[in-house]
């Protein structure tokens, strides 16, 4: 061991930072520490006596049979062997597999933790495993370079480092130049790619980071660091140096270094990837190598029946994360040395199954058949459970079939439900489903009220089932579906890896950077003789998309997305950046892909090229478009070609906004109002690196730079609740459902003694459809349209509520699932509102008679540490709750009201408002919202609000009065109602 003592004149230096590292792998680590002169192998890169210990010692009479058949030849043709190993697979694999020597001589060339503790055996093998460190390593036959330190297995060389003392003004990335500048990789066997030493880390007192590569001038190095303070770099650690986790155990875990983590390393995460003729070890990132030993230990001190919320964002390379955890989750063993869990379920919420994740998956099998991938039916999933398939990989939908729901028999295995991208895929019915298949055990009560409490029980938390949930934008029914109750009472995140912490170690960009507003200013002219009244929204949202299709106000646009294109952004990554053009609606991005091709062609533009990406068949001017039509190839074959040099735009509607993973994207151009999670998800398009990319852009021709840092901050950092939702809501809504005038307990009771009771025919839908229409004759004589659409909406909150409440708690109480199971059928069966007739607004009866787009702002949009918002819990229902900001603007309405008018009214007068929100927010309402500016969709809303009042107070004549005569308070109230809307449609 490493030991020595220093004086004031070198206590300082480099040298100290490097034995203080050898001292605490030796004293606390379990290494030997080897002398480089006399141990050090440079033609092999090998310490050779050390390898050969390791074997005779381990696997004695293989040695000897070794001897026998070779005799003083005998570690001669050993060391050829592992040579010739070493040139064909990487360093990881020849661990892992050994060599083989004629005849039939197998060595082992490392032991790798057991499972489990059942054969002693492999467990003093483990143990036998010779962990070495070498200091001042002359690798090199052509000069006397040095690296500091050189860490071995058995003799085989796994990693270096370069050690840098910031005492001497010496960082990390004085390492990382010294490794491009003076560590070629080229005839040194030490530092060949996959032949040599698995990775190279640059360490100082404070940050590590590692490549798996030299290529010199273009190596390429990662942070490997845990973190401070929810962005880069490493906390502060008592009495030792921030980078400690290197070489010490800390209280919340091993060092990397360790015997236990590095042997896990090699054995069970390093792989090499391949795609086409490119490939890279992957090495994990710290917080990818932490999450998932931390997963692993608690799943094992605590059993199946856990909930983990993981929120890693984008770029945190989730789908290893996923792929490790399911593969080595299946091999968990409990202290009694019990398996754990019989399967791994992968789900992801996207219909075209991830095929980054599921190829990532299926390399990390080493077994045939461990990884079940099911691109078929449901059957073939039902099938694949019932086998005992380890890792399953599917697709949320699938588990919302009648076959799923079949299974019984399953509680008895135990289940890893691993869900990528979790803000969507748990919170409906398929994941109820899916939770009936593993949950669901054959009944033998005939007691229904048993069965039905058995039914509830199936949708709370399940002790068969462990749900992983990855994702880098909970909701808040997520962090309450599955984070983990802290001190404070609240759910969190059991693990995290900020956005600000990716940006901060460039392993995304910031797509906020460059930001740039534009506002589209309308002045539409009648074009025709007489005039026609155009009644309702229908007629003012057509009027508004006629203005957004218009020629005219397209046209300004795409001259601004070309000439930007071609000044900014087409000489980025070597000429090769490309851009999307983000649009409202299939129409939209047709017809913008029309026109910036027309543009291009008029300019004689000759280096440009545009394709266009949307779903299904479109009608326009009478001809019927389809993408692959537009494209001129199959719709499969876009990403490929648009990854190639032809194409340099991608015009999308819905399409391609989340999931496409496209590095080379520099520019997006947005016409379309985002909010919330959408507006992250489809500007984080935007982020993935590649080499020289350094910044992107985009301009926004629809939202304010201040709405879009809104949508960000509470994914910023941490992403936390205000307060936890209060469940009891439950049974706020059920008594209103249970105390309207069209439900009637013993009908609900009738129902549900026949929905429950098991196997249903033909017969029992004809009496169970007949039992909730007399609810809906009584809800069809009800004049009053207003509370008829109050009682939709409540049907549809109690429903999403009630799911809700039902997996995170078990709630024994019946009468709430025979209320969910008639009302579900009650809220099919009800009648729609009545909705007018199409009102067609064409040319013939509008022109747009000028059109001027201008540049409101520009600059960085970009979140500051600190700059987190926390999320609301799910409070009110058929209403959103109000703001700090919105409680003093309605003060300010009541206030003035009654001033002018010497009335007393109360905010609970003026939330009556409320309900005429609730009554004019329809979907198509919220649609047109959602997709155009608050200057052309405000005076449709306008119009559909006063109209509401004025049917809301035609009992009341004081406040109709008010509500008729005083135009700037009526506008005053309305503009704050139209806040409130804009907010439920934007997500809010």
């Given at each position: 061991m490493s030991d020595?003592?220093?004086?004031?004149?070198d206590?300082h230096q480099e040298k100290?930072f490097?034995e203080?590292?050898v001292?605490?792998?030796t004293?606390e680590?379990?290494?030997?520490?080897?002398?480089?002169p006399s141990?050090y192998d440079?033609a092999y890169?090998l310490d050779?006596?050390l390898?050969?210990r390791?074997?005779?010692s381990?696997?004695p009479?293989?040695?000897q049979?070794?001897e026998?058949?070779y005799s003083a030849?005998?570690?001669v043709?050993?060391?050829?062997r592992l040579?010739q190993?070493?040139?064909?697979?990487?360093t990881?694999?020849v661990?892992?597999?050994g060599?083989k020597l004629?005849?039939n001589?197998?060595?082992?060339?490392c032991f790798?933790?057991?499972?489990?503790n059942?054969?002693?055996d492999?467990?003093?093998l483990?143990e036998?495993?010779?962990?070495?460190?070498?200091r001042?390593?002359?690798?090199?036959a052509?000069?006397r370079?040095?690296?500091?330190?050189?860490?071995?297995v058995n003799?085989?060389p796994?990693t270096t480092?370069e050690?840098?003392n910031?005492?001497?003004?010496q960082s990390?990335k004085?390492?990382?130049?010294?490794?491009r500048k003076?560590r070629?990789?080229a005839?040194e066997?030490l530092l060949?790619?996959k032949?040599g030493?698995i990775?190279?880390?640059?360490v100082d007192q404070?940050?590590?980071?590692m490549?798996?590569r030299l290529?010199?001038g273009?190596t390429?190095f990662?942070?490997l660091?845990r973190?401070?303070?929810?962005?880069?770099?490493?906390p502060?650690?008592?009495g030792?140096n921030r980078?400690?986790?290197?070489?010490?155990?800390l209280?919340d875990?091993?060092?990397?270094l360790?015997r236990?983590?590095l042997?896990d390393?090699?054995?069970r995460?390093?792989h090499?990837?391949?795609?086409?003729s490119?490939e890279?070890?992957i090495f994990p990132?710290f917080?990818q190598?932490d999450?998932?030993?931390?997963?692993?230990a608690d799943a094992?001190?605590q059993?199946?029946g856990q909930?983990y919320l993981?929120?890693?964002?984008?770029g945190?390379?989730?789908?290893?994360?996923i792929?490790?955890?399911?593969?080595?989750i299946?091999?968990?063993?409990?202290?009694d040395?019990?398996p754990l869990f019989?399967?791994?379920?992968?789900v992801?919420?996207r219909?075209?199954l991830?095929?980054?994740?599921q190829?990532?998956?299926?390399g990390?099998a080493?077994t045939?058949?461990?990884?079940k991938k099911i691109?078929?039916?449901?059957?073939d999933l039902k099938?694949a459970i019932?086998d005992?398939?380890?890792i399953?990989?599917?697709?949320?939908?699938?588990?919302g079939t009648?076959h799923?729901?079949?299974?019984?028999?399953q509680?008895?295995?135990?289940?890893?439900?691993?869900?990528?991208?979790a803000?969507s895929?748990?919170?409906g019915?398929?994941?109820q489903a899916?939770s009936d298949?593993?949950t669901?055990a054959?009944?033998?009560?005939?007691?229904?009220?048993?069965l039905?409490l058995?039914?509830?029980?199936?949708r709370g938390?399940?002790?068969?089932i462990?749900?992983?949930?990855?994702t880098?934008?909970?909701r808040?029914?997520?962090?309450?579906r599955?984070g983990r109750?802290g001190?404070?009472?609240?759910p969190h995140?059991?693990?995290?890896y900020s956005m600000?912490?990716?940006i901060?170690?460039?392993f995304?960009?910031d797509v906020?950077?460059?930001y740039?507003?534009?506002k589209?200013?309308?002045?539409?002219?009648k074009?025709?003789?007489?005039?026609?009244e155009?009644k309702?929204r229908?007629?003012?949202?057509r009027?508004?998309?006629?203005a957004s299709l218009h020629p005219?106000?397209?046209d300004?646009?795409?001259?601004v997305?070309v000439?930007?294109f071609?000044?900014h952004?087409?000489?980025?990554?070597g000429?090769?950046?490309?851009?999307?053009?983000v649009?409202?609606?299939r129409?939209?991005?047709l017809?913008y892909?029309?026109?910036i091709?027309?543009?291009i062609?008029?300019k004689?533009?000759?280096?440009?090229?545009?394709l266009?990406?949307?779903?299904?068949?479109l009608?326009?001017d009478?001809?019927?478009?389809t993408e692959?039509?537009?494209?001129?190839?199959p719709?499969?074959e876009l990403?490929k070609?648009f990854?190639g040099?032809e194409?340099?735009?991608?015009?999308?509607?819905?399409?391609?906004?989340?999931?496409?993973?496209?590095p080379k994207?520099?520019?997006?151009?947005?016409?379309?109002?985002?909010?919330g999670?959408?507006a992250?998800?489809?500007?984080?398009r935007l982020n993935r690196t590649?080499?020289?990319?350094?910044?992107?852009?985009?301009?926004?021709?629809q939202?304010?730079?201040?709405?879009i840092?809104?949508a960000?901050s509470?994914?910023?950092?941490?992403t936390?609740?205000?307060?936890?939702t209060?469940?009891?809501?439950i049974y706020?809504?059920?008594?209103?459902?249970?105390?309207?005038?069209?439900?009637?307990s013993d009908?609900?009771e009738?129902?549900?003694?026949?929905f429950?009771?098991g196997e249903?025919d033909?017969q029992d839908?004809?009496?169970l459809?007949?039992?909730v229409?007399?609810?809906?004759?009584?809800?069809?004589?009800?004049e009053?349209e207003a509370q008829k659409?109050?009682?939709?909406?409540?049907?549809?909150s109690?429903a999403?509520f009630?799911?809700?409440?039902?997996q995170?708690?078990k709630?024994?109480d019946?009468?709430?699932?025979?209320l969910?199971?008639?009302?579900s059928w009650?809220?099919r069966?009800l009648?729609s509102?009545?909705?007018?007739p199409d009102?067609?607004?064409?040319d013939e009866?509008l022109?747009l008679s000028?059109f001027?787009?201008?540049?409101?702002?520009?600059?960085?949009a970009?979140l500051q540490a600190?700059?987190?918002?926390?999320?609301?819990?799910?409070t009110e229902?058929g209403?959103?709750?109000?703001t700090?900001?919105?409680?003093?603007?309605?003060?300010?309405?009541i206030?003035s009201?009654?001033d002018r008018h010497?009335?007393n009214?109360?905010?609970e007068d003026f939330?009556r408002?409320?309900?005429?929100n609730r009554e004019i927010?329809?979907?198509?309402?919220?649609?047109m919202m959602?997709?155009?500016?608050?200057?052309?969709?405000?005076?449709?809303f306008s119009q559909?609000?006063?109209q509401?009042?004025?049917r809301?107070?035609?009992?009341d004549?004081?406040m109709?009065?008010v509500?008729?005569?005083d135009k700037?308070a009526?506008?005053?109230?309305?503009r704050?109602?139209?806040?409130r809307a804009?907010?439920q449609?934007?997500?809010g």
């Amino acid at each position: 061991m490493s030991d020595q003592t220093h004086t004031t004149a070198d206590i300082h230096q480099e040298k100290v930072f490097e034995e203080h590292i050898v001292a605490c792998l030796t004293g606390e680590q379990g290494y030997v520490e080897r002398d480089c002169p006399s141990h050090y192998d440079v033609a092999y890169a090998l310490d050779t006596k050390l390898l050969f210990r390791f074997l005779k010692s381990t696997q004695p009479e293989a040695w000897q049979t070794l001897e026998d058949h070779y005799s003083a030849q005998a570690e001669v043709e050993v060391l050829k062997r592992l040579e010739q190993a070493l040139r064909q697979n990487p360093t990881h694999v020849v661990l892992r597999e050994g060599i083989k020597l004629v005849p039939n001589i197998r060595f082992s060339l490392c032991f790798f933790k057991p499972a489990s503790n059942l054969n002693p055996d492999l467990t003093r093998l483990y143990e036998a495993n010779i962990l070495s460190v070498m200091r001042q390593v002359t690798y090199s036959a052509k000069n006397r370079n040095a690296i500091d330190l050189v860490t071995f297995v058995n003799g085989i060389p796994v990693t270096t480092l370069e050690v840098k003392n910031l005492l001497t003004r010496q960082s990390f990335k004085h390492a990382e130049r010294q490794y491009r500048k003076d560590r070629s990789p080229a005839g040194e066997p030490l530092l060949t790619f996959k032949r040599g030493a698995i990775v190279h880390l640059a360490v100082d007192q404070d940050n590590v980071s590692m490549t798996t590569r030299l290529m010199n001038g273009k190596t390429r190095f990662l942070p490997l660091n845990r973190g401070r303070d929810g962005g880069a770099g490493n906390p502060d650690v008592l009495g030792e140096n921030r980078t400690a986790y290197l070489y010490k155990d800390l209280p919340d875990g091993k060092a990397v270094l360790s015997r236990e983590v590095l042997l896990d390393l090699i054995g069970r995460f390093i792989h090499l990837e391949r795609g086409g003729s490119k490939e890279a070890l992957i090495f994990p990132r710290f917080q990818q190598l932490d999450a998932v030993r931390k997963l692993l230990a608690d799943a094992k001190s605590q059993g199946a029946g856990q909930n983990y919320l993981i929120q890693h964002s984008a770029g945190s390379g989730k789908s290893n994360t996923i792929a490790w955890t399911a593969h080595q989750i299946i091999n968990l063993h409990d202290d009694d040395d019990l398996p754990l869990f019989d399967t791994a379920i992968i789900v992801t919420d996207r219909l075209v199954l991830d095929r980054q994740l599921q190829n990532t998956i299926g390399g990390f099998a080493q077994t045939e058949g461990v990884v079940k991938k099911i691109d078929g039916t449901s059957r073939d999933l039902k099938k694949a459970i019932e086998d005992g398939a380890r890792i399953i990989i599917t697709t949320i939908q699938k588990f919302g079939t009648e076959h799923l729901a079949a299974i019984s028999g399953q509680s008895s295995k135990n289940f890893a439900v691993i869900i990528d991208e979790a803000h969507s895929s748990q919170s409906g019915k398929a994941a109820q489903a899916m939770s009936d298949a593993l949950t669901r055990a054959a009944s033998s009560s005939d007691e229904i009220e048993d069965l039905i409490l058995a039914h509830q029980a199936a949708r709370g938390p399940q002790k068969n089932i462990s749900f992983l949930a990855f994702t880098a934008t909970p909701r808040n029914v997520t962090l309450e579906r599955f984070g983990r109750i802290g001190s404070d009472g609240k759910p969190h995140p059991f693990h995290l890896y900020s956005m600000r912490q990716a940006i901060e170690e460039k392993f995304i960009l910031d797509v906020l950077q460059n930001y740039s507003t534009y506002k589209a200013y309308y002045q539409l002219e009648k074009a025709i003789e007489d005039d026609p009244e155009f009644k309702g929204r229908k007629a003012q949202a057509r009027v508004a998309r006629y203005a957004s299709l218009h020629p005219s106000a397209i046209d300004q646009k795409v001259e601004v997305i070309v000439e930007h294109f071609r000044r900014h952004v087409a000489k980025e990554l070597g000429g090769k950046a490309k851009a999307m053009v983000v649009t409202q609606s299939r129409e939209h991005a047709l017809r913008y892909w029309q026109q910036i091709n027309a543009y291009i062609e008029g300019k004689g533009y000759s280096d440009l090229k545009a394709l266009v990406a949307f779903s299904g068949d479109l009608e326009v001017d009478d001809q019927v478009w389809t993408e692959a039509g537009a494209n001129g190839f199959p719709e499969t074959e876009l990403p490929k070609r648009f990854d190639g040099d032809e194409f340099q735009i991608l015009v999308v509607a819905e399409k391609y906004q989340t999931g496409f993973d496209q590095p080379k994207l520099v520019a997006m151009y947005v016409d379309k109002k985002l909010a919330g999670l959408q507006a992250v998800q489809t500007l984080a398009r935007l982020n993935r690196t590649r080499a020289n990319k350094e910044r992107t852009f985009i301009l926004d021709f629809q939202n304010t730079m201040d709405e879009i840092k809104e949508a960000f901050s509470p994914f910023f950092e941490v992403t936390a609740l205000e307060e936890r939702t209060d469940l009891n809501q439950i049974y706020d809504l059920e008594q209103r459902i249970s105390g309207s005038s069209y439900v009637i307990s013993d009908e609900v009771e009738r129902f549900a003694e026949r929905f429950f009771k098991g196997e249903l025919d033909t017969q029992d839908r004809l009496e169970l459809e007949g039992t909730v229409r007399l609810a809906v004759s009584r809800f069809e004589l009800d004049e009053d349209e207003a509370q008829k659409e109050e009682f939709r909406q409540l049907l549809k909150s109690f429903a999403r509520f009630y799911t809700f409440v039902a997996q995170v708690v078990k709630l024994h109480d019946p009468w709430l699932e025979k209320l969910y199971a008639y009302t579900s059928w009650l809220s099919r069966l009800l009648p729609s509102r009545d909705v007018p007739p199409d009102i067609e607004v064409s040319d013939e009866m509008l022109e747009l008679s000028a059109f001027r787009l201008q540049q409101e702002a520009e600059g960085n949009a970009s979140l500051q540490a600190g700059e987190t918002t926390t999320l609301q819990p799910i409070t009110e229902f058929g209403a959103n709750p109000y703001t700090e900001e919105e409680e003093k603007s309605l003060s300010e309405i009541i206030g003035s009201f009654n001033d002018r008018h010497g009335t007393n009214f109360t905010r609970e007068d003026f939330l009556r408002f409320e309900r005429v929100n609730r009554e004019i927010l329809d979907d198509e309402m919220l649609d047109m919202m959602r997709n155009n500016p608050a200057d052309v969709v405000y005076n449709a809303f306008s119009q559909a609000f006063f109209q509401g009042m004025v049917r809301m107070f035609q009992q009341d004549n004081e406040m109709k009065s008010v509500v008729m005569t005083d135009k700037e308070a009526r506008e005053q109230a309305t503009r704050h109602f139209f806040k409130r809307a804009q907010r439920q449609a934007q997500g809010g």
